[in-house]
């Protein structure tokens, strides 16, 4: 099946956009608070999947992502060992974006071309966005040989599985440098950015290039969450 063309440019004519964890969600009231998110223009949510292994911490699996009832595109990060025979868990939980670790693998061509070939569980004309994750310490050189395989470049800007960490200041270095490789590749490929994006240093990410921000805590603070992702897009967008 390859690239999902439909998918990938209904992403590209929505950036920059933010993808909104769940993980700082009220979750014994997760449908109140994904309610709060409609009119607001956020179009993804995102889920942090943790196995404790290649992260200290653990959070959910394929159960979780297949419960939650949502209009929203399901934005899958697999933060997990070895995730080529789990793909398929999380394909029929309804992912539409699935992103494994360069790190994470021994065979990453291999996942990724297993993902081409499986079909979306909510819209099968649409496909799987492919995308890979790669840790602040991982040289950007490893994404040369994907780039065939690949819809989506998603750069940490924090080590996964900590919380509390800040936005490290060499991703803004590490975004232009993934972009001028894109370019390179000659199809578009989205680049998404993961960490320590607050409702204060999200404007330093505008006109980087950047499609995708992945945000959590910065929205669901427990307070107002329609106001704080209004607040993330425009500053975003902001030119």
Known sequence: MGQSPSLVARLASLAPTISVGILTADLMALGADLARLDGTGVALLHFDVMDGCFTPMMTFGPPLVKAVRTPLLKDVHLMIDEPLEKLGDYVAGGADVVTVHAESCTHIHRVLQRLGTMENANDPARGIVRGVALNPGTPIAVLEPLLDEL???????????????????ATMGRIADVRRLLVRAGRRILLGVDGGITRENVGTLAGS???????????????????????????????
């Open 151 to 169: 819809d989506l470049v998603h750069l940490l800007a924090i080590n996964p599985g900590w919380g509390g960490q800040k936005f490290l200041p």
């Open 209 to 239: 290039g950047v499609d995708l921000v992945v945000t959590g805590s910065a929205v669901f603070d427990g307070k107002a969450p329609a106001e704080n992702a209004r607040t993330m897009l425009a500053a975003l967008r902001a030119r």
